[in-house]
């Protein structure tokens, strides 16, 4: 009787291992199925928004070449008017009509051209660089736009400047882009200092690694909390005429770096938005 038990136990495990085996293989090709068929639609997905991105770059290009002729022909007609024999008052008002055309048709052309800096392709040509250089020539350039809006500009760099191996003009852009949204936040607000920083700094990362921080910080209105949740969301804004992109764009070139973004701020005292950078390799020191 206990041999027949035995023999039945010994039955009776094979039979559930082989069904507990089979089950296993089936679920392991359903869950291979099921990936296979994810991988598909996202490669599906990912070359559907390619050739979005595609045929929207292409639209931008075509809209954009008779912008410009629409511009150029604003400012013709605008000529001719004055010069015409019209009775001045009506003169005035279809100068003033005109120069609103040709004001709206400057703007899209911006919009645009925000647009394809942001969608197309980010080619970057990396070379050794200053960074003390590269913030010099920027402040100098930047420097009578600081002044026009009533800001003081000032530059904190170290004794030796880090050497990076970067793209230039791409950084001085992104640095570029994060100074014109300090200035227009200082703009808006009636009193107080209008200082806008640009300080260069080198340490280590949170995973101990060298990296060097560009700070652009300005002692503007700040950036409440919910604002800062949606201030790196493409076409974002809080600035009339604004297009939203030059945030977007600027961190988007960072990252392009192996670098990253921080935003530090505070309603009432200031921002202080930060480019992480990985720091020179041991081999380049």
Do not use: W
Request: charged content about 25%.
């Amino acid at each position: 009787m206990s041999l027949t038990l035995g023999i039945m136990l010994v039955l009776c495990g094979a039979f559930i291992g082989g069904a507990l085996a089979y089950i296993l293989a089936a679920r392991r090709v359903r869950l291979s199925v099921a990936r296979e068929q994810l991988a598909q639609r996202r490669a599906q997905a990912a070359e559907h928004l390619a050739e979005i991105g595609s045929m929207t770059g292409g639209l931008a290009h075509e809209i954009k070449n008779p912008l410009s002729t629409i511009g150029l022909n604003a400012q013709l007609l605008k000529e001719a008017i004055e010069d015409s024999a019209i009775e001045h008052g009506e003169k005035q008002r279809l100068v003033r009509r005109i120069e609103a055309l040709a004001r709206e048709t400057e703007r899209l052309r911006g919009i645009l051209e925000d647009f394809l800096e942001y969608a197309g392709e980010l080619r970057l040509s990396l070379a050794n660089a200053s960074i003390n250089q590269l913030v010099q020539e920027l402040t100098d350039f930047f420097a009578p736009t600081a002044e026009n809006a009533g800001v003081r500009l000032r530059i904190e760099t170290p004794p030796v400047s880090p050497e990076l191996h970067i793209d230039a003009y791409h950084l001085k852009q992104a640095l570029l882009n994060l100074m014109l949204n300090a200035v227009n936040a200082m703009e808006q607000q009636d009193s107080g200092t209008k200082d806008l920083i640009l300080r260069v700094t080198s340490g280590t990362d949170d995973h101990d690694q060298a990296c060097v921080s560009i700070h652009v910080t300005d002692t503007g209105p700040g950036i409440d909390e919910e604002t800062r949740s949606k201030i790196f969301r493409p076409y974002f804004t809080t600035r009339s005429g604004g297009t939203g992109l030059g945030l977007p764009t600027a961190r988007r070139i960072i990252e392009a770096h192996q670098g990253h973004l921080e935003l530090h701020s505070e309603v009432g005292k200031g921002t202080d938005f930060v480019i992480v950078l990985p720091g020179p390799s041991p081999e380049s020191t």
